[in-house]
Antibody, heavy 120, light 110 residues
Framework: EVQLLESGGGLVQPGGSLRLSCAAS????????MTWVRQAPGKGLEWVSA????????YYAHSVKGRFTISRDNSKNTLYLQMNSLRAEDTAVYYC?????????????WGQGTMVTVSS | QSVLTQPPSASGTPGQRVTVSCSGS????????VSWYQQLPGTAPKLLIY???QRPSGVPDRFSGSKSGTSASLAISGLQSEDEAGYYC???????????FGGGTKLTVL
């Protein structure tokens, strides 16, 4: 079964750091680009970051560039999001998603999401 | 303010056909393909349409997508109560070098 399982969310103070993980199974992980998408409480979807299958290319939303780092370990079938200098506006459910081969905006498999709360 | 513009709400009665619009620009919809997502309350989004008008396996043919110029549309025919959900469009943006989403449309089945 194709599956994505996020972990690492929690409560963190403003200015703090957190690392999210996304364990993939059921498909050849290294073949596909992967993406992080977030959703603040009661708000819409916001694309955060993407990484190519090899990890050689990375892309970031303006709102997180310079603070967040996306990476992957293809030997462990795991995607990561290192989040530094966290702000209250980063509070959201963070989803990892598998990107299709046809389009960087088409995400066909999603994890269940992990909640990140930035608050003092 | 989202880069892609969607109406915040839409509604219809069972059996009706409803459409959701998504307006963008030359740097996103005008030059890249559009995807559509359905999000039921409390769940992760689900891919409904990719490459403007393609349905992943398992998505009913009641759902269809189209694109013209810098706008796209999602049509739902034979509306059912279980279609009540949030719907989002997305596209790659060549200027922002990233994916942009619409603000989402909440569909109510009356």
């Amino acid at each position: 079964e194709v599956q994505l399982l996020e972990s690492g969310g929690g409560l963190v103070q403003p200015g703090g750091s957190l690392r999210l993980s996304c364990a993939a199974s059921g498909f050849t992980f290294s073949t596909y680009a992967m993406t992080w998408v977030r959703q603040a409480p009661g708000k819409g979807l916001e694309w955060v970051s993407a990484i190519s299958g090899s990890g050689g290319s990375t892309y970031y939303a303006h709102s997180v560039k310079g603070r967040f780092t996306i990476s992957r370990d293809n030997s462990k079938n795991t995607l990561y999001l290192q989040m530094n200098s966290l702000r209250a506006e980063d509070t959201a459910v963070y989803y990892c998603a598998k990107t299709t081969v046809t389009s960087y905006s088409a995400f066909d498999i999603w994890g269940q999401g992990t909640m990140v709360t930035v608050s003092s | 303010q989202s880069v892609l513009t969607q109406p915040p709400s839409a509604s219809g009665t069972p059996g009706q056909r409803v459409t959701v619009s998504c307006s963008g620009s030359s740097s996103n919809i005008g030059s890249n393909t559009v995807s559509w997502y359905q999000q039921l309350p409390g769940t992760a989004p689900k891919l409904l349409i990719y490459s403007n008008d393609q349905r992943p396996s398992g998505v009913p043919d009641r759902f269809s997508g189209s694109k013209s110029g810098t706008s796209a549309s999602l049509a739902i025919s034979g509306l059912q109560s279980e279609d009540e959900a949030g719907y989002y469009c997305a596209a790659w943006d060549d200027s922002l070098i990233g994916v942009v989403f619409g603000g989402g449309t909440k569909l109510t089945v009356l």
